[in-house]
């Protein structure tokens, strides 16, 4: 399935993500009226310079491209998902709560070090409403309530050819 603009901003937060072959990932309101309010896990999961990719142009990853790219741990085929996760919450499982909690703890304080997320996070919720508010967003808005919202995403869309606009 989809995972999309604040869906990405649930999903890169949690940590570790095994995805389904048909999901497809992407911020498409980085296009117009919309800014991650956690940009920090982009550039985290990507790198700087893919971050700057996926977020500059809100282009979709698929499944497959996304955990080449590092945005996730990994990417199975969808009648294995279930079992693959489970596998690895069983074998994570296996070692002491004590020590899976110093490890979490350990490693997400490096990323709090070295990506700043409190700063990126206010940063990525200011600017998502900024985005809204700027004449591109309120054109964007006018324009859905002139066509709807479906309409106004695919016109977004169109001239990038995906997401609802991609060939099925």
């Not at 989809?2 to 497809?24: F, H, K, P, Y």
């Not at 940009?39 to 977020?55: D, F, I, N, Q, S």
């Not at 703890?105 to 709090?112: E, I, S, T």
């Not at 006018?142 to 990038?160: C, L, Y």
Request: hydrophobic content about 45%; some cysteine; charged content about 30%.
């Amino acid at each position: 399935g989809w995972c999309i603009a604040g869906g990405t901003d649930m999903v890169l937060n949690v940590d570790l993500i095994v995805a389904a072959e048909s999901a497809r990932f992407g911020y498409p309101p980085a296009r117009v009226w919309g800014v991650p309010e956690a940009p920090w896990v982009w550039v985290a999961r990507l790198g700087l310079e893919r971050a700057k990719r996926y977020l500059f142009t809100g282009d979709e990853l698929t499944a497959r491209e996304a955990a080449d790219a590092g945005m996730f741990l990994e990417c199975v085929p969808d009648d294995a998902l279930d079992a693959r996760a489970v596998a690895l919450a069983d074998r994570m499982a296996l070692l002491p709560l004590n020590q899976l909690q110093m490890m979490k703890w350990m490693l997400n304080d490096v990323a709090r070090h070295q990506y700043q997320p409190d700063t990126s996070r206010l940063l990525g919720f200011i600017f998502d409403g900024v985005a809204r508010h700027t004449q591109e967003g309120l054109d964007f808005v006018e324009r859905a309530q002139e066509v709807g919202w479906r309409e106004v995403i695919r016109e977004r869309d169109r001239p990038f050819g995906d997401y609802g606009e991609r060939d099925r």
